[in-house]
C-alpha cells in the first residue's frame, strides 16, 4: 500500500510538470503573435517622404497644392498614395503630374523644365559690332549688330566686340524678351560706359541717393529745378520744382531720407523730403547768389556758400533759422566741414586762397593762397588730406590739415570743375571742363572735357574719359560702383560703371595717355 500511495504522488508530480511547459510554449506563440502583429501593423501604417529637386536652381516646386519651395523640396511623415508635384519657373514650360509614394520609402524626384525661346536684341554704340550669344547648352548665335536672334530661356553669355574697343562679356538670364543697348569702350579704358541720360538745360551738379537708387541732378536753367533718374536704366522717376529758377547744389544727409540744394538767383536753400519730392522748407541765407551747400557732421546745421556775398552763412537746422554769415576771401565756392565738427574749409574762386574756419569761434584765416581760382574740396579725414580742384592753374592741389602744408597733387586738363574720391579714398576722379570758346563759356569750346582718374596715393594716372562739352557735376555711389559726370553744355548725364581698385592696377594707366590725342575737336 505505501508504494502503491508513491507511484501515484509520482504520476501526478509528472502531468503538473507538463501542463507548465504547455502554459509556456502557449505564452511565447503569444509573445511571437503579437511581435509579428506589431511588425505588421507598423508596416502597414508606415509613413513615406520624398525629395524633389528641379531646374533651374529657382524653380517653384509645389506638392499637394500646399508645401513649397524653391528649387528643392523635401517632406515628410506623408500619407502612402498619389501626390500631386508643380513645378514651374518665368520662362519655361511648366510641369504638373501625379506621382505615386509607396509606404515606408523616401521617393527622390528631379525635372528640368523646358525653356521657352525669347527674341534678344543688341544695339551697339557705335553700331556694327559683332554680337554672339552662348547658350547654356552650347549652341552660338551671331549676327552683326543691330542684333536680334531667338533664344532659349536660361543663363546665356553675350560677348560684344569691334575692332578699335573693348571686347565686352558678359552672362545673361533670359526669361523674357531682352532688348540691350549697350556702350563700348575705346580699347584700353576701365571705366566701363553705362548710358547717358538726356537732361533738361545745364545739368549743374548730380548727386546719387546713398542707397544708389536714385540720381538727382540740379538743372541751372530750370524749372524744372532737379530732375531724379534710375541711374541704371536712365528712366526719368521724378522732379522738384524750388520755383521760378534753377538749382545750383544737391546733396543728401547719411540716411539718404533729405536732401539739400541751393538757388543763385533768390541765395536760399531747400530742405526736400526724398521720398515724397516735396519742399519741406526753405531757408535765406541773408546773402547773394547762395552756391555750394555742406551739412556739419552732425546734420544739425547747414553751411551755404555765397559766391557774391562774399561769405558763408550758417543755418540753424533745428530752428530754420540764419544764425550768421561768416566772411571769407572772394567768391568762395566749395567748402568741407571736418569729422570733428571743428573746421570749416572753404575755396575761394576769384581769390584762390583755401579759408579755415574756427566754427567754434567764427574766426577765419587764410591757410593757402595758389594763384588760380579754387573750385571744389574733398576730404580723406584717415590721412588727414584736403583736395582742392584749381580751374586757372589746371591742378589738383593736396592740403595736409595736421600740419597746414600745401602743395600740387596733379596736374590735369584744362579748367578742372568738381572732384570726388571713391569710397575707400584710393580713387580721385575729376572733370575737366576743356578749353573755353574764345567767344564765351556758354558755347562750346575748341576741345572735349574730360575725366580723369588718379590713385590718391601715389596721384598716378589710373584712367581717362573723353567727355563732351564742358563735364561739370560729377559723384561717385557710396557703393563705389556708379560714376556719374554731365556735359553741361549737351545737357545730359553719362553713367560708368567702377571696377575694383585692382582692377585699375592691373590697366597700365588705361586710357590716360590715349586720351591726349582725342582732346582737340
Known amino acids: 500500500m505505501p508504494r502503491a500511495r508513491h507511484d501515484a504522488y509520482i504520476f501526478s508530480g509528472g502531468r503538473r510538470h507538463r501542463n507548465g511547459a504547455t502554459l509556456r510554449v502557449i505564452a511565447l506563440v503569444a509573445v511571437v503573435l503579437a511581435i509579428v502583429i506589431g ?10 517622404s520624398v525629395t524633389i529637386a528641379a531646374t533651374p536652381a529657382d524653380a517653384s516646386i509645389v506638392l499637394d497644392g500646399s508645401k513649397a519651395a524653391s528649387g528643392t523640396l523635401g517632406a515628410e511623415e506623408l500619407k502612402p498614395g498619389r501626390h500631386t508635384v ?79 574697343y573693348n571686347t565686352l562679356t558678359r552672362a545673361i538670364f533670359i526669361d523674357e524678351p531682352v532688348a540691350l543697348d549697350l556702350f563700348l569702350d575705346p580699347e584700353g579704358q576701365i571705366l566701363h560706359g553705362l548710358g547717358t ?8 551738379g548730380v548727386s546719387v541717393t546713398p542707397d544708389g537708387s536714385e540720381a538727382w541732378t540740379s538743372i541751372l536753367n530750370g524749372p524744372p529745378s532737379i530732375e531724379i533718374f534710375n541711374p541704371r536704366t536712365g528712366r526719368k522717376i521724378g ?40 519742399v519741406l522748407r526753405e531757408f535765406k541765407s541773408g546773402s547773394a547768389w547762395t552756391k555750394w551747400v555742406q551739412l556739419s557732421p552732425d546734420e544739425g546745421t547747414l553751411y551755404a556758400s555765397n559766391w557774391s556775398g562774399d561769405d558763408v552763412s550758417v543755418i540753424d537746422l533745428t530752428t530754420g533759422k540764419l544764425v550768421k554769415r561768416i566772411r571769407v576771401s572772394n567768391t568762395p565756392r566749395g567748402m568741407y566741414a571736418t ?25 577765419m584765416r587764410t591757410v593757402f593762397k595758389s594763384g588760380g581760382a579754387l573750385r571744389h574740396i ?84 589710373l584712367d581717362a574719359v573723353i567727355g563732351g562739352n564742358q563735364p561739370t557735376a560729377l559723384d561717385v555711389s557710396d557703393d563705389g560702383k556708379l560714376l556719374i559726370f554731365s556735359d553741361f553744355l549737351d545737357n545730359r548725364l553719362r553713367v560708368y560703371e567702377i571696377p575694383p581698385y585692382a582692377t585699375f592696377l592691373k590697366g597700365n594707366g588705361g586710357r590716360y595717355q590715349a586720351h591726349f590725342a582725342q582732346i582737340k575737336k
Open 39 to 48: 511588425a505588421a501593423a507598423w508596416v502597414l501604417t508606415r509613413p513615406t
Open 197 to 204: 541720360i538726356t537732361t533738361k538745360g545745364a545739368p549743374k
Open 378 to 461: 574733398v576730404a580723406d579725414e584717415g590721412t588727414g588730406r584736403l583736395f582742392i580742384s584749381d580751374m586757372s592753374q589746371d591742378k589738383v592741389w593736396v592740403h595736409d590739415m595736421k600740419t597746414g602744408a600745401t602743395k600740387k597733387f596733379v596736374d590735369v586738363d584744362e579748367k578742372p570743375n568738381t572732384i570726388d574720391l571713391s569710397p575707400d579714398n584710393k580713387m580721385l576722379f575729376v572733370s575737366c571742363r576743356g578749353e573755353n570758346n574764345a567767344k564765351s563759356y556758354y558755347i562750346p569750346g575748341p576741345e572735349w572735357g574730360s575725366i580723369l582718374v588718379f590713385d590718391a596715393g601715389n596721384a598716378k594716372p
Open 239 to 278: 522732379e522738384v520744382d524750388i520755383g521760378k529758377y534753377g538749382a545750383v547744389e544737391v546733396i543728401f544727409n547719411k540716411a539718404g531720407t533729405l536732401a539739400y540744394t541751393s538757388q543763385m538767383e533768390t541765395a536760399k536753400c531747400f530742405e526736400i523730403d526724398v521720398k515724397t519730392r516735396k
Open 86 to 164: 508643380e513645378v514651374s519657373r518665368k520662362g519655361f514650360e511648366p510641369v504638373s503630374v501625379a506621382v505615386e509614394l509607396k509606404r515606408g520609402r523616401t521617393t527622390k524626384l528631379a525635372y528640368t523644365l523646358k525653356p521657352k525661346p525669347f527674341a534678344v536684341s543688341v544695339v551697339t554704340h557705335p553700331a556694327g559690332a559683332t554680337c554672339t550669344v552662348t547658350t547654356a547648352s552650347g549652341d552660338k548665335l551671331t549676327g552683326a549688330a543691330p542684333f536680334s536672334h531667338e533664344a532659349p530661356a536660361g543663363t546665356c553669355t553675350l560677348s560684344v566686340a569691334l575692332a578699335g
Open 339 to 363: 569729422a570733428d565738427g571743428k573746421t570749416l574749409y572753404v575755396a575761394g574762386f576769384d581769390s584762390g586762397y583755401l579759408d579755415r574756419i574756427d566754427l567754434a569761434t567764427g574766426t
